[in-house]
């Protein structure tokens, strides 16, 4: 999948705390798991299972514990201290979650005495009681139920069948 979002390994160790060991020039468009990333995506390693065997990964860059002190010609190390957090981090940077477009649903059930906030996303089936107050930017997802009087601040994600009472 191609990904318009590209960034210098320089940047990406910055924002990570990392230490680049390698071409931090390196521009990086994508994140993929070990085993399937290509030369433009960067990879994470921290079980020793895939530390012994980086040289197999396509990844241009691996995000690998700051302990690490291998090299292996044409890649590029990103030490940090926790891989597995760090890879998460940069999956967001490239992948950022895709909310649907604000609205309330017509199938949602929402009191006519609960107040809603500006941008709102309300789906399907989603219902909110008498006396729920939702903030700004609020995305309620299908199923979600706010029983009476309960209140959620500004840019919370409710995902699919919460229920808060």
């Not at 691996?62 to 292996?72: C, F, K």
């Not at 995305?139 to 919460?162: M, R, S």
């Amino acid at each position: 999948m191609m990904n318009p979002i590209s960034i210098t390994l320089k940047e990406i160790g910055a924002w990570l705390h990392g230490e680049v060991v390698g071409d931090d020039q390196t521009v990086i468009s994508g994140a993929a798991p070990f085993e399937s990333a290509i030369a433009n995506e960067i990879t994470y390693a921290f079980r020793p299972a895939f530390l012994r065997k980086i040289s197999t990964t396509g990844a241009a860059a691996i995000i690998v514990p700051q302990n690490y002190s291998a090299t292996e010609p044409g890649k590029t190390f990103v030490r940090v201290e926790n891989p597995y957090a760090a890879f998460a981090k940069v999956l967001q940077h490239f992948y950022p979650p895709v909310h649907p477009e604000n609205c309330i649903h017509p199938a949602a059930v929402v009191s006519s005495k609960s107040e809603v906030g500006d941008e709102p996303y309300i789906g399907a089936g989603a219902t909110l009681e008498k006396g729920v107050v939702c903030g700004d930017r609020v995305k309620i997802y299908p199923g979600v139920y706010l029983g009476e009087g309960v209140q959620v601040g500004d840019d919370v994600v409710l995902h699919p069948n919460v229920t808060i009472l």
